[in-house]
């Protein structure tokens, strides 16, 4: 059972050490070793377009509904976590009716 636990841990902190391994390599050009006199090969950097990242708009006052059952039932011993399907289908017409978007677990 630890050893699930370590696996997790040990994944997560490799693929982290992996992510800019590709800008490395690419910052140190080799050169091609063909011409030996160095003036000959001139490396002139090439400035990449990268393109511009910007934030996604947020509705900061957006607002969302969450009914949460238990169990659909005929005889509701437990008001708290338990609803007839009548009044639960009474409900989803009521959201429907003003509108509100409805999304099915």
Known sequence: ???RFAIVPVLLALNF??????ETVSQNPQSSGASGSPAA???TPVAAASPKI???V????AQA?????HLLVDKVRY???EITPAAF???MKELNDHGITVISM
């Open 1 to 3: 059972m630890m050893i």
């Open 17 to 22: 050490s992996m992510c800019k391994k590709h």
């Open 41 to 43: 090969t001139t490396v």
């Open 54 to 56: 910007t934030k996604p």
């Open 58 to 61: 947020v509705d900061q006052t």
């Open 65 to 69: 509904i969450i009914f949460c059952y």
């Open 79 to 81: 008001p708290g976590t």
């Open 89 to 91: 289908e009474a409900q």
